[in-house]
């Protein structure tokens, strides 16, 4: 496989949003001293490649026009996907089983929003908001969920303002980047200072909070300097604007962990 090829196929094939869901919830596992981080983080690692390749596979035809390189990988690599996503279900599947009841709740209601993404997902900058949403939810939501205590307690509150602020950053790039659901559809630029706005928006909480998910800036900062030399190739959005938050998340764990081994 050429060396192009490799990058193309983690992100195209959806391997990338699957390592990102792992990566942000290990990090908020590890800010919040959440047990069984490693359960969630495969958790949401599945649930983020079933129902990012099912949209990809169910939606080729409008995706074609805002997406045609991974539009085509998908059309090349449908069987072979299929199969991956049908074993992905299966791991997701005995992990919801051994979670606890509200976890379960919280991953349906994720669920839904990801299957009705396909009907929703071209309504305006409610794209980005809500899709921001589900994925705190999963990432901060689930950790937050599962260990003892009050799950809506101030670290688990500025986790999420940071995820968010850096999510919802990637999210409206991401549009401006396909012409999909901008917040100005006339003016992208102005849609790409409001994203740089919300990483800033996360750097700026990050050294406001609790000292323990303080390090969670990372992956606002990576998103930050990602959308500063903004390019609006199909490459750039999929490996560089998304990539950040896996680099962000890689920085995060980093000095989290040197924080606790100190």
């Known amino acids: 496989m050429p060396l192009r090829s490799i990058p193309d196929a983690l992100a195209f094939s959806s391997l990338l949003a699957a390592a990102i869901g792992f990566a942000l919830s290990t990090v908020a596992s590890l800010a919040l001293n959440a047990t069984n981080g490693l359960h969630w983080a495969l958790l949401t690692s599945a649930g983020a490649f079933v129902i990012y390749n099912l949209d990809r596979l169910r939606d080729t035809s409008r995706d074609l026009s805002t997406s045609p390189n991974r539009?085509?990988?998908?059309?090349?690599?449908?069987?072979?996907?299929?199969?991956?996503?049908?074993?992905?279900?299966?791991?997701f599947g005995g992990l919801l089983f051994a979670a606890p009841r509200?976890?379960?709740?919280?991953?349906?209601?994720?669920?839904?929003?990801?299957?009705?993404?396909?009907?929703?997902?071209h309504a305006s900058a409610f794209k980005a908001v809500y899709v921001s949403l589900a994925w705190v939810a999963a990432c901060v939501g689930i950790p937050a969920l599962a260990r003892p205590g009050d799950p809506l307690a101030a670290d688990s509150l500025?986790?999420?303002?940071?995820?968010?602020?850096?999510?919802?950053?990637?999210?409206v790039a991401s549009n401006v980047r396909d012409g999909e659901a901008q917040f100005e559809p006339t003016r992208p630029d102005r849609a790409l200072d409001f994203a740089r706005v919300c990483a800033l928006v996360g750097i700026g909480l990050a050294f406001g909070a609790p000292r323990a998910v303080a390090p969670l800036g990372w992956i606002a900062l990576a998103e930050l300097l990602a959308l500063l030399p903004f390019q609006k190739g199909e490459r750039y959005g999929l490996l560089v604007i998304d990539g950040a938050l896996l680099v962000g998340s890689l920085a995060a764990a980093a000095h989290l962990l040197a924080t606790t081994s100190a």
């Open 102 to 121: 509200d976890v379960v709740l919280l991953c349906v209601a994720v669920g839904v929003i990801g299957l009705f993404h396909r009907r929703i997902k």
């Open 71 to 91: 539009t085509a990988f998908i059309e090349r690599h449908r069987s072979p996907l299929t199969l991956a996503v049908a074993a992905a279900s299966i791991l």
């Open 158 to 171: 500025w986790a999420a303002g940071i995820l968010a602020a850096a999510l919802l950053a990637n999210l």
